[in-house]
């Protein structure tokens, strides 16, 4: 099967890199549990010799993810920290790095307490002041690593800015995607070299699997990502490849659902007696509401956080929600909460949480697909204990 030149986003998400089993014409292409592959004689093989360098599971699922992100390749990792890790692994010490202030916990712990043991070097900075991104650059900046929206307060960066900035430096720069996912925002389009994702969340959309990757459209970052996949080794396993596989499958369909999902949640907490403040891109009141029309076009995704009067009443709300579950982890179908200062954010200093506006009253809401009704009734009578 050959996809049309011009095949259209929905399309590309499920045939692409997926052809029928060769040997059987199965549609689904199958779970390769293998550990290695038979020579058919000595120098002669079917291009697979040992499965930490190739597996044909998770070659389909790199070539779909390529293809969704409008990227040359991907390669697959067992965690999105594995990805950002196979990201950083391209640098050499002295390298300086700027990240987004308020990146994701797991990241800013592994560049602040691993990779500075290294002799890498890095500025958090608000990424989405162009101004103090600008400033940040050094002689010695190879990598600009920008998360947007950021965890948890949905701040966003301009990523056609901010391509420009780097490659006028001739630093790469790295997109952290795994909160609006490629249905909403495309940064390769937009100038970026490089993208990652946590495929943990919405790309395998079901809450049943770790995993990370990374597309790139450089050769140089090519040939340096399959280098670093194969030596490190994290790879992404050949049940882990299938079931995102799978997900990807129905990614805009639930993107589309979990949006909806998040736009309404967003504006009946923003009416709601009980709640001090409601951050989402997809409502007029939040400050980068032009970016994120420009820059996510359909939509804003089912990230969405709001904050009541106080820690206390915070964890009144959190303890009380029936339908909607506590939990880390996002972008599944089914709805989670959860607290940021005290669960996934918990490694990151009170200092920096207050200076990004993460207060100790803020709730975080990953909107699932469940009817509407339902998740307004439950958010309803949580905040109805206090
Ligand atoms: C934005 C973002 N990037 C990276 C990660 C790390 O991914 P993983 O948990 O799959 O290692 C996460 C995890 O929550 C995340 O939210």
């Known amino acids: 099967m050959k996809l049309a030149k011009n095949a259209r986003f929905a399309t590309i998400c499920l045939h692409a890199g997926q052809e029928p089993d060769p040997s059987t014409g199965a549609i689904i292409t199958p779970i390769f549990q293998t550990s290695t592959y038979v020579h058919e004689e000595l120098g002669k093989h079917k ?15 790199e070539a779909n993810l390529a293809a969704i992100e409008g990227g040359k390749t991907s390669f697959a990792f067992a965690s999105g920290m594995s ?8 640098l050499s010490q002295g390298d300086h790095v700027i990240v987004t202030d308020n990146t994701y916990g797991g990241t800013f712990r592994l ?12 500025s958090y900075v608000d990424t989405s002041n162009l101004d103090e991104v ?4 050094t002689p010695a900046t190879k990598l600009v690593f920008v998360e947007t929206p950021t965890n948890p307060v949905l701040r966003l960066s301009d990523i056609a800015a901010i391509a420009d900035l780097a490659h006028k430096h001739g630093a790469v720069l790295a997109v952290d995607n795994t909160f609006a996912s490629p249905c909403l925002q495309r940064p390769i389009a937009l100038g970026a070299d490089l993208v990652m994702h946590s495929t943990t969340k919405y790309l395998n959309g079901h809450s049943d699997s770790i995993g990370g990757v990374v597309v790139a459209i450089r050769d140089e970052d090519i040939e ?4 670093i996949q194969n030596s490190a080794g994290a790879i992404l396993s050949p049940f882990d490849s299938w079931l995102v596989l799978r997900g990807t499958k129905t990614l805009p369909l639930r993107m589309k659902a979990h949006t909806a999902n998040g736009q309404a949640l967003a504006e009946f907490l923003e009416k709601h007696p009980k709640v001090t403040r409601v951050i989402y891109p ?18 804003c995704g089912g990230m969405l956080s709001f904050e009541v009067a106080s820690l206390e009443a915070a964890r ?20 989670l909460v959860c607290h940021p200062a005290s669960m996934t954010h918990a490694s990151v200093p009170p200092e920096r949480r207050a200076k990004i506006g993460l207060s100790d009253a803020l709730i975080r809401i990953s909107a699932g697909i469940e009817d509407i009704a339902d998740l307004t009734e439950d958010l ?5 204990g206090i």
């Open 47 to 61: 291009g697979f010799e040992y499965a930490r360098t190739q597996n044909p599971t998770r070659s389909a699922l």
């Open 83 to 90: 990805a950002v890790g196979a990201i950083a692994a391209r």
């Open 111 to 122: 560049f602040d307490k691993v990779l500075t043991r290294y002799g890498l070097t890095f």
């Open 134 to 137: 600008s400033k940040a650059f």
């Open 224 to 227: 340096w990502l399959r280098f």
């Open 282 to 299: 997809g409502l007029d009141s939040h400050p980068q509401r032009a970016l994120a029309k420009r820059q996510m076009p359909n939509g």
């Open 316 to 335: 009144k709300v959190l303890n009380r929600f029936k339908l909607m579950s506590l939990a880390e982890s996002l972008g599944g179908v089914e709805t």
């Open 380 to 384: 309803s009578q949580a905040l109805s």
